[in-house]
T-cell receptor, first 117, second 113 residues
Framework: GAVVSQHPSRVICKSGTSVKIECRSL??????MFWYRQFPKQSLMLMAT?????????EQGVEKDKFLINHASLTLSTLTVTSAHPEDSSFYIC?????????????FGPGTRLTVL | EDQVTQSPEALRLQEGESSSLNCSYT??????LFWYRQDPGKGPEFLFT???AGEEKEKERLKATLTKKESFLHITAPKPEDSATYLC??????????????FGKGTTLSVSS
């Protein structure tokens, strides 16, 4: 199956700093990537949809200025958590769609554990 | 509002004790229902996609079925390595931006030997 990587796998930062998380599709081109957040024992919650070459579409309640998404190429999307605070601590997971994104399955990255002190 | 509800939240089985996990959904026009396995601290691993009522898919000890309102993941003679959280998700359109998945909270399965 297709492989999606995320970097870093874990990050600890101080409150007020910014953190960038990378999501890469390793063996396919992904026009669309998704960013999810998962709190302990909760389901994955969609934060935003990232499309190559255009602005991301954010879900209701997700701050665009706080969670900056850049999908600069067909294999890379980045999520930057700006001015991070302890409540932003969570497990961030990206997924990528192989193909035109209609009925194709999503391939998930291994996730990034963010801890804000 | 599109919703996905999984039950039970947690399930403990003895090795070899078969059971089923439930995923009920309400969505305006089902595009696809997905089952994933998630191990602690890792991203979801794809298991199955079901598109229409009556469809069934199998993989080793797992079998997924779909009706118009719910899906079941049947686990036959489970082994300890089947212990994980099983996530159900339905596919919803996001206008022209593509599709997104709406996830349930998952069922955490523990299989003891």
């Amino acid at each position: 199956g297709a492989v999606v990587s995320q970097h870093p796998s874990r990050v600890i930062c101080k409150s007020g700093t910014s953190v960038k998380i990378e999501c890469r599709s390793l063996d396919f081109q992904a026009t669309t990537m998704f960013w999810y957040r998962q709190f302990p024992k909760q389901s994955l919650m969609l934060m935003a949809t990232s499309n190559e070459g255009s602005k991301a579409t954010y879900e209701q309640g997700v701050e665009k200025d706080k969670f900056l998404i850049n999908h600069a190429s067909l294999t890379l999307s980045t999520l930057t958590v700006t001015s991070a605070h302890p409540e932003d601590s969570s497990f961030y997971i990206c997924s990528a769609v192989d193909g035109d994104g209609s009925y194709n399955e999503q391939f998930f990255g291994p996730g990034t554990r963010l801890t804000v002190l | 509002e599109d919703q996905v509800t999984q039950s039970p939240e947690a399930l403990r089985l003895q090795e070899g004790e078969s059971s089923s996990l439930n995923c009920s959904y309400t969505v305006s026009g089902l595009r696809g229902l997905f089952w994933y396995r998630q191990d602690p601290g890792k991203g979801p691993e794809f298991l199955f996609t079901l598109y229409s009522a009556g469809e069934e898919k199998e993989k080793e000890r797992l079998k997924a079925t779909l009706t118009k309102k719910e899906s079941f993941l049947h686990i036959t003679a489970p082994k300890p390595e089947d212990s994980a959280t099983y996530l159900c998700a339905v596919q919803a359109w996001l206008n022209q931006a593509g599709t997104a998945l709406i996830f349930g909270k998952g069922t955490t399965l523990s299989v003891s030997s």
